[in-house]
């Protein structure tokens, strides 16, 4: 199967490791990181969204205004716009760019963040919801007719719409029993975190099984963020200063991490497992790093890779070989980074994906 790599674009430039600065909405860094990640042969870039950041669609419009290729992973809430508006508005995208657009649905790790919306729902509530909201996303792109729906959460009479997505995949994520139930009726692609090899062979079983009684079969997707240099030890090193220069910043309170959940004792499954994991150690598998996750409270996408192209390349393979097809790789330098990635890495995983097609053919 196809390995696909998907990037990341930020509203402006910074990191753990570079403090943000500048406009709120800085469009030259928007349009530099989507010509680099177009350059350098991502297939998409994902848009986040949180409580307080602006919002993803609206950067998405603007990000495939100024890419012809890219497409775009357009993280989303459940729960704030009507589903069928929702639905009219991806499938509106979807049209303009080409069918450039897919949306991953987030239903919100913390509840403290989630009421600074005005969501009061606990997490169990909120996936109940999301999965009401995805029946009538996919009801809305496919009825022919208008259509009813009565569920605890929506209720809808006559929906139907003009405008339809010719494909618009949906991610899905999380890690506790109600998330899995929902990612099995309805991801087409699932996304986990950088745990180790043992935890995502462990959860793509578990996924697995959620969807068999659906007759579906996700794809599974596995974010990371590479460290890379000229040789092993380089890269460790540099490991090393990332994860100091992160710990400067947090002493400074110069970091958004700070306020968007991250915490010794994290709300959400995801971020447990990953800090389970670095209670492990620092270093696992091959060459899993977990520094950065246990500084910041495994606040989102904060496990690495560590080596040189070649070696993360192979670490990548191993996650491929049990049943990731897709890597969501975005660097701590998100400009230089991602030229590097495209440069060194992307193709590297890609010839030894080629290699492991024609051996297994044979």
């Not at 509203?11 to 753990?16: A, L, M, Q, T, Y």
């Not at 991801?187 to 099984?209: H, K, M, N, P």
């Amino acid at each position: 199967m196809t390995i696909e790599f998907i990037g990341y674009i930020g509203n402006r430039n910074g990191s753990e490791t570079i403090p943000y600065h500048g406009p709120v909405i800085d469009r030259e860094h928007i349009r530099a990181a989507a010509a680099i990640h177009e350059n350098g042969g991502f297939d998409r870039v994902l848009l986040a969204f949180h409580s307080h950041s602006p919002e993803s669609l609206l950067v998405g419009q603007y990000a495939a205004s100024v890419t012809s290729r890219l497409g775009f992973l357009l993280a989303h809430r459940p729960g704030f716009v009507a589903p069928t508006l929702a639905a009219r508005q991806l499938a509106t995208l979807d049209h303009l760019t080409d069918g450039r657009v897919a949306v991953h649905i987030i239903t919100g790790a913390a509840d403290a963040e989630m009421a600074r919306d005005g969501d009061w729902l606990g997490k169990d509530e909120r996936y109940a919801r999301a999965s009401e909201y995805i029946d009538i996303l996919r009801q809305q792109w496919q009825a022919e007719e208008p259509f009813d729906y009565t569920g605890q959460y929506y209720r809808v009479s006559g929906a139907r719409s003009e405008v339809q997505p010719r494909n618009l995949p949906v991610f899905f994520g999380g890690s506790s029993a109600a998330a899995l139930a929902v990612a099995g009726k309805h991801a087409d692609t699932y996304a986990l975190w950088g745990e180790t090899l043992e935890q995502v062979a462990e959860t793509i079983a578990a996924v697995r099984a959620a969807a068999a009684p659906h007759g579906r079969r996700p794809r599974f997707s596995l974010s990371l963020r590479p460290i890379l240099a000229e040789t092993e030890d380089a890269a460790w090193a540099k490991a090393e200063r990332l994860l100091a220069r992160a710990t400067e910043l947090r002493q400074d309170g110069a970091t958004r991490h700070i306020s968007t959940g991250g915490s010794a004792t994290p709300p959400n499954e995801g971020s447990r497992r990953l800090l389970a994991a670095a209670d492990k150690g620092a270093r696992l598998d091959k060459r899993l790093w977990t520094g950065m996750a246990k500084l910041t409270g495994a606040a989102g996408n904060s496990t690495s890779l560590v080596g040189t192209a070649d070696q993360v390349a192979e670490a990548m393979m191993d996650y491929h070989r049990i049943g990731i097809d897709t890597f969501l790789i975005r660097g701590f330098d998100p400009l230089e980074d991602a030229f590097v990635y495209g440069r060194d890495l992307i193709p590297r995983v890609r010839a030894l994906a080629g290699e492991d097609h024609v051996i297994a053919a044979e």
